[in-house]
Nanobody, 114 residues
Framework: VQLVESGGGMVHSGGSLRLSCAAS????????MLWVRQAPGKGPEWVST????????YYADSVKGRFTISRDNTKNTLYLQMTSLKPEDAALYYC????????RGQGTQVTVSS
C-alpha cells in the first residue's frame, strides 16, 4: 500500500488549496478514504471521510462548509478542496486508507498566515 499526498503549501487566511493523494498497491475503489490532520503539539484530528463510491461524505464540524472531499476511482486519487482557510487549519494533512487508524501517507504541509 502506498499513499502519496501533494498540494500543500503556504496561503493567506481566506485562501484555498487542493490536496491530492495518489493511491497504489490496493483496490482503491473498494476502500473508504479519509483525510486526517495533525498540528504541531496536538494529536491527530479527523477531517473528512468518503465512501468507496464517492456517494457519501462526512466532515468534522471545524471544516464543514469549507472543505470538500472527493475521489476519482479511475485515477486512484483522493482530493481535498479547502477554501476559506484559517490559521487553525495549518497542519500536516494525511490521507488514510479505510479507517482512522489505517495506513497513511507521509503527509503534506499546509501553512496559513493571518
Amino acid at each position: 500500500v502506498q499513499l502519496v499526498e501533494s498540494g500543500g503549501g503556504m496561503v493567506h487566511s481566506g485562501g484555498s488549496l487542493r490536496l491530492s493523494c495518489a493511491a497504489s498497491g490496493f483496490t482503491f475503489s473498494t476502500e473508504a478514504m479519509l483525510w486526517v490532520r495533525q498540528a504541531p503539539g496536538k494529536g491527530p484530528e479527523w477531517v473528512s471521510t468518503i465512501n468507496p463510491r464517492g456517494s457519501s461524505t462526512y466532515y468534522a464540524d471545524s471544516v464543514k462548509g469549507r472543505f470538500t472531499i472527493s475521489r476519482d476511482n479511475t485515477k486512484n486519487t483522493l482530493y481535498l478542496q479547502m477554501t476559506s482557510l484559517k490559521p487553525e487549519d495549518a497542519a500536516l494533512y494525511y490521507c488514510v486508507k479505510g479507517t482512522r487508524n489505517g495506513v497513511r501517507g507521509q503527509g503534506t504541509q499546509v501553512t496559513v498566515s493571518s
